[in-house]
DNA sequence: CCAAAAGTGTTTCCTTTACACCCATGC
DNA sequence: GCATGGGTGTAAAGGAAACACTTTTGG
């Protein structure tokens, strides 16, 4: 057994491996984008058990010389084909029940990242089944996950949609360049709610840095409607003052 | 070398502990406690190499069969001499990086905990040499950190300064009875800011469920003045509308 | 009496919210 | 013309900030 004062950071003893259950350390990945207006998430099917069948978020083990960030965003290319470089990928949460996977010990730390709306169809197919599902099919239960994953995607799902308060990361939610209708609906397809499109237009022009105009226009949409403004990202991060998820 | 689906939780092959090196995962902890209307953090000064004699935050291995926060819970315990609960503990990130351990690769999940006022003595200084050092002291550079503790213990801090905004948890500096002035000292140590007493009293007193009032009142303080009341917690665990910190 | 800490009132400013209304396009 | 979406104006309501002022204690 370990003594109290055995420990890698603390006063401590020399640190003997047999000692300590072998722990795997991985990473898991929630990707999220926007596609029509409805935010979706990249899930990929198991293909043996346990949950053989069922969906479960991208991830991986750790490689042994890389550190946390670089294990995301390798398995985020290697396991989902995704090769365009994340709009953003964060650290949001570690897990480590023991029960959490049935064949071992296992730690992961959860990332989110946001990819800029990739053309419909899940990016690389190649040997794995990726698939973007919507998040509100997970949330209503009609789609289970394997594992922990649930409760590893509703922690992100609060993450990003507080992050959008008081970040400009929702521009990565866009293209290089967007309108700001774009950009609300991204505000709407997280949030899942309306916003008022006049009220949001003068908070984003106000705010120091969101974006920056780009001085040209859309062609109108197939309905008619005045053609938009494009703009880009500024260079705020923060976002002064927040702009507020509203309270029901 | 691992191939590209092999995963845990993706599609995935059989895990064979050979072929992955020997992660320690362990937790670290920032426990912050207020004297003297002075935010401090509890340190513990190392025994042997690396960083003999450097400060370094409390931490240890998990257990095989605990989950994070009991492991965090454990070790606040064992290597500090707390016995008392917490009066928060939460976790906050993860770090990885192969280099932060010269020894072998450890991850860390960092958590940051509350402990409201200790008598001013350290805890139980029974075996290991533990100390509350003020956090301006670390902030300031003139108490360095072993390992990347400075980095963690800079992301507790911007995890807990924010966390004032919007929840609830300053009460839990306090003792179980507080004052609205002890509890606006905590903010103010927490985020080293002076805040108007006047309008604190109104903003804490309307928030609804942040405090509860007890029907008693202290004695004058040593150098007079009129006798506050004293209030307990309240049920609510988000604070609406929240309490933000000066822009500067 | 004065000093000190608790607590209330008041005024000014700014943000948010709701919603009316004008603008520029496709059909 | 009408429908549609982009964008501005405006007025009411509410919170934040600054600070004057009252209350209750010790000395």
Redesign the interface.
């Known amino acids: 057994m ?1 003594s ?9 003893d020399a ?1 003997n ?1 047999r000692d ?7 990473v ?1 990945i929630v990707v999220f984008t926007i596609v029509n207006a409805e935010l979706k998430v990249l899930l ?5 058990p346990p949950f053989l069948g069922r969906w ?13 960030d670089t ?1 995301a965003r390798r ?1 985020l290319a ?2 989902t084909g995704i090769h365009q470089a994340p709009g953003h990928l964060e ?1 949001f ?6 029960e959490r ?1 049935p ?7 959860g990332y989110w990242a946001i990819v800029p709306d990739l053309a419909s169809p899940a990016a690389g197919t190649d ?3 990726a698939e973007l599902v919507a998040v509100s099919e997970i949330e209503g239960g009609r789609v289970r996950l ?2 922990d ?1 649930e409760t590893i995607l509703a922690d992100a799902l609060d993450t990003a949609r507080s992050r959008l308060e008081s970040t400009t990361l929702a521009a990565a939610f866009c293209g290089p360049e967007f309108t700001i209708s774009d950009l609300r609906r991204v505000y709407e397809a997280v949030w899942n709610t309306k916003l008022d499109a006049g009220n949001f237009q003068r908070k984003v022009t106000r705010s120091n840095g969101f974006i920056k105009p780009v001085n040209q226009r859309t062609s109108s949409g197939d309905r008619g409607g005045r053609p938009a403004s494009l703009w880009t990202s500024g260079d705020a991060e923060r976002l ?1 003052p927040p702009l507020n998820m509203p ?1 029901e």
Do not use: K, W
């Open positions: 370990m109290d004062n055995t420990s890698t950071t603390g006063s401590c640190y491996p300590y259950p072998a722990v795997a350390v991985t898991d990929i099917q198991r293909g043996e479960a978020l991208p991830g991986g083990f750790i490689h042994p010389n890389e550190d946390l294990a398995e290697e396991e650290q949460g570690s897990y480590g029940s023991p996977d064949r071992m010990r296992v730690v992961t730390i040997a794995i089944h394997a594992f994953h002064t309270n």
